[in-house]
C-alpha cells in the first residue's frame, strides 16, 4: 500500500529526532517565510531550501532536519529551543503545531489544506461494532483543556488559511456539552464562511434546547453528519450498542430540521446493515426526506472492525447489487446519495457516478493492483488500515481502457 500524502498527514504527530534547550512545552503557528517574524512562532526551516540565516530573536522555536547546514549557527544561541526532524516530517506556513518537553509534536491545523478537523474528544455514548477509534472512558479525557487548547488554535489560524469547511469529530463531540457550542460559535465568528461540519451520532441532540442553542451558534453555517445503521431500532441499536439509540436518534434529526440544521446521513456498509440496506433507503425516503444528502460509507479495517471482523466484515462485492437497488430508491425519491470509500472495480457501473473520493485526503490509498488502472484518478481508493490480514476484497482489479 502507498499514500501520495504520507509526507503530509494533516494528523500529524511524531517523535522529534533530537531537541535542544527545549525546557517547557511549545505551543504556536508555523512560519516558513523569513519576511514574517513575528513573535511566538516557530520557524520551519524545509531541507530543500539552504538560505542564510534569519534573524531569530522573535521566534520561540525553531525545527530543522539533522542536515541542515544551518544547524551549528542556530546551536551558538543558547537558549533557543531546537527541533530537529526527519527530513520526510513537512510543515507548511501556518501550521498550528504543539510540541512537548520530551519533543513529541502534534499538528492541529495544516494550512495547506482545505480538510481540516478538530477532534475534540475521544469520549462517546455508543460503542458501534466497527469503530474504527474505540473510545476512551469519559473520565480519562479533560474535555476543558482540548477547548481551551482548540480556541487557542482558532486565534492563530490567518484569514487567508481559512479553509472552505472544518470537521469537528470525535468520539462523540457533544460530549463537551456548552463547550462544543463554545468552539462551534469560535469558528462561525473567527470563519464566517467556513462550513462547519460536526460529526455526531445525534442522540444528544434530542434535547431541542441543546440543539436550538447549537443552532444559533452555528450561524446557518453548521452542516451536522449522524450515523443512522437501521430501519427499525433494533438494527440501528445493535450496531452502536446502546439501547434507546434509534429513538433518541430520530428525535434528533427532527430537532434539527426544525432548528434549520442542515443534515447529512451517514451509512456504514457491513454485514449488520447490508442486508436491511433497501429497508433503510425507503425509511429515510418516506420519513427523512428532508436530509441535505446520504452517505453510504464503506467500513474502514480498524479498532473494533477488526475485534469483530468476522461479525460485521462482508465484500462489497457481494453486496454491489444491494448499493445499487438503494441508490434506485434514493434517486427515485430526489434525495441526494453518494459512495465514500469504496473502489469503483467493487461496484457497478450504474453506481460510478455517485462515487465520491473522500474529503479527507490523507485516506485514500491504493492497492498494488490499482498501479495501471486508467480510472484511479477518479476512484475512491482503499483505506490505509487495508492490508493482506485485513484485506477489503479478492476482486480489486485495474480498469486498463478508458
Given at each position: 500500500?502507498?499514500?501520495?500524502?504520507?509526507?503530509?498527514?494533516?494528523?500529524?504527530?511524531?517523535?522529534?529526532?533530537?531537541?535542544?534547550?527545549?525546557?517547557?512545552?511549545?505551543?504556536?503557528?508555523?512560519?516558513?517565510?523569513?519576511?514574517?517574524?513575528?513573535?511566538d512562532t516557530i520557524l520551519y526551516l524545509p531541507p530543500n531550501q539552504q538560505d542564510s540565516l534569519p534573524s531569530l530573536d522573535l521566534v520561540s522555536a525553531v525545527i530543522c532536519t539533522n542536515h541542515d547546514s544551518r544547524l551549528n549557527m542556530i546551536k551558538l544561541q543558547k537558549t533557543i529551543p531546537v527541533i530537529v526532524v526527519a527530513a520526510d516530517v513537512v510543515f507548511s506556513q501556518g501550521d498550528i503545531i504543539s510540541v512537548s518537553e520530551r519533543g513529541r509534536i502534534h499538528r492541529y491545523f495544516r494550512a495547506s489544506s482545505q480538510n481540516n478537523a478538530f477532534l475534540v474528544t475521544e469520549a462517546c455514548n455508543n460503542l458501534c461494532i466497527m469503530c474504527p477509534q474505540p473510545p476512551k472512558p469519559q473520565s480519562q479525557v479533560n474535555h476543558g483543556a482540548i477547548e481551551q487548547r482548540i480556541l487557542q488554535t482558532l486565534a492563530l489560524i490567518d484569514n487567508e488559511h481559512a479553509p472552505s469547511s472544518l470537521c469537528i469529530t470525535g468520539g462523540e463531540p457533544t460530549m463537551l456539552d456548552d463547550g462544543l457550542l463554545r468552539i462551534v460559535d469560535g469558528i462561525s465568528v473567527k470563519m464566517p464562511q467556513t462550513l462547519i461540519h460536526l460529526l455526531t451520532n445525534g442522540r444528544y441532540l434530542s434535547d431541542e434546547y441543546y440543539t436550538a442553542r447549537l443552532a444559533r451558534a452555528g450561524r446557518h453555517q453548521l452542516l451536522v453528519g449522524i450515523p443512522l445503521f437501521g430501519h427499525v431500532s433494533e438494527v440501528h441499536d445493535y450496531v452502536v450498542q446502546s439501547d434507546g439509540a434509534f429513538n433518541q436518534t430520530i428525535e434528533g434529526l427532527l430537532n434539527c430540521y426544525k432548528q434549520g440544521i442542515s443534515i447529512e446521513l451517514r451509512v456504514v456498509l457491513n454485514k449488520a446493515t447490508v442486508p436491511y440496506l433497501k429497508a433503510l433507503a425507503e425509511y429515510i425516503s418516506r420519513n427523512l426526506f428532508f436530509v441535505k444528502h446520504v452517505a453510504l460509507m464503506g467500513m474502514e479495517n480498524m479498532g473494533y472492525a477488526k475485534l469483530n471482523r468476522e461479525t460485521v466484515f462482508i465484500d462489497p462485492w457481494d453486496y454491489k447489487d444491494k448499493l445499487s437497488a438503494a441508490i434506485e430508491i434514493f434517486q427515485l425519491y430526489g434525495i441526494d446519495v453518494r459512495v465514500f470509500n469504496l473502489p469503483l472495480c467493487l461496484v457497478n457501473p450504474d453506481t460510478y457516478t455517485y462515487c465520491k473520493q473522500s474529503i479527507s485526503d490523507f485516506k485514500n490509498s491504493w492497492n498494488i493492483a490499482c498501479t495501471d488502472c486508467v480510472k484511479r484518478d477518479s476512484c475512491c481508493g482503499l483505506f490505509e488500515s487495508t492490508t493482506e490480514k485485513f484485506w477489503l476484497s479478492r476482486h480489486i482489479a485495474p480498469f486498463l481502457d478508458a
Open positions: 500500500m502507498n499514500t501520495p500524502y504520507a509526507k503530509d498527514t494533516l494528523f500529524l504527530s511524531v517523535q522529534a529526532e533530537n531537541t535542544l534547550h527545549l525546557n517547557a512545552p511549545l505551543f504556536g503557528k508555523v512560519v516558513t517565510d523569513f519576511q514574517i517574524n513575528q513573535a
